[in-house]
């Protein structure tokens, strides 16, 4: 089940995600933040 939320970003981050949504690889902003937030959990502990 998805659960809605509610994100603040800067209007640079804003800008540089609409970008990437020329891309077509995403299909909307909730997707990219999805993606982009297990990425991150998947990999937090390899950088170190």
Do not use: P, W
């Not at 509610?6 to 804003?14: C, P």
């Not at 020329?22 to 170190?48: C, D, M, P, Q, V």
């Amino acid at each position: 089940m998805r659960q809605k939320i509610s994100i603040t970003v800067g209007e640079d981050t804003l800008t540089k995600v609409r970008d990437e949504m020329k891309s077509k690889t995403y299909r909307n902003k909730s997707h990219f933040f999805e993606l982009a937030a297990l990425n991150f959990i998947k990999n937090r502990g390899k950088s170190k």
